[in-house]
């Protein structure tokens, strides 16, 4: 598995109070698990953790991009692909995708794992994002119900149209969707 590693300035240091601690599971470069710890400790840390990004498509082979709410700890504002989050301990990161693409987007679909990567971002809030991310693709035409505390907007776009974006603003843009874009 090759390690993919970015230095990314992310613009927001602010940190969202949900009520309830939320943890990652730790894991080697092999996706073997060796712990689990608090989700911002990890960060702080720059511990290796489980990720998962999920992409959906419609019929017309579009992909629905979703734009980080504002309140967001880190990457705020920045568009990005569908939904992306962590599995629980203990529990599937494939039935966690699913869980979080409800959750954050109002959609239940079946997924299919597509590819998985590593990669490590250094933020400004003295975090840091080193994630083995799993990617999955599903299909969906309704339209998507975000929740306004994880998503502030989103758009469907051609795969073409995102990577020029991409290369004309790669700022506006997360580091992790702009690893995994390429993928596609």
């Given amino acids: 598995m090759q390690i ?17 601690t939320e943890y990652v599971i730790l894991v080697n470069e092999k996706d073997v698990p060796t712990g689990e710890m608090e989700k911002l400790e990890a960060h702080q840390k720059g511990l290796l953790h489980r990720a998962f990004s999920s992409f959906i498509f419609d019929s017309r082979n579009r992909l629905l991009l979703q734009r980080r709410a504002l309140i967001k700890y880190h990457s705020s ?4 692909n569908t939904c992306c989050s962590h ?10 995708a699913r869980r979080r693409l409800k ?12 590819f998985e990567f590593i990669y490590k971002a250094g933020l400004d809030n003295n975090l840091t994002e080193y994630e083995y991310d799993h990617v999955f ?16 907007e989103f758009k469907w776009m051609e795969l073409d149209q995102v990577k ?10 997360t580091e992790w969707f702009k690893i995994a874009i390429g993928r596609f």
């Fill in 4 to 20: 993919v590693s970015y230095l990314a300035v992310e613009n927001s240091d602010s940190n969202r109070h949900t009520g309830m």
């Fill in 77 to 80: 504002g920045l568009w990005t």
């Fill in 87 to 96: 599995p629980r301990p203990g529990e599937d990161t494939l039935s966690a």
């Fill in 103 to 114: 959750e954050e987007m109002g959609i239940d679909v079946n997924l299919v794992k597509k």
């Fill in 137 to 152: 693709v599903g299909y969906c035409d309704e339209a998507p119900r975000p929740d306004p505390d994880e998503v502030s």
């Fill in 164 to 173: 020029e974006e991409i290369r004309l603003f790669p700022g506006q843009f």
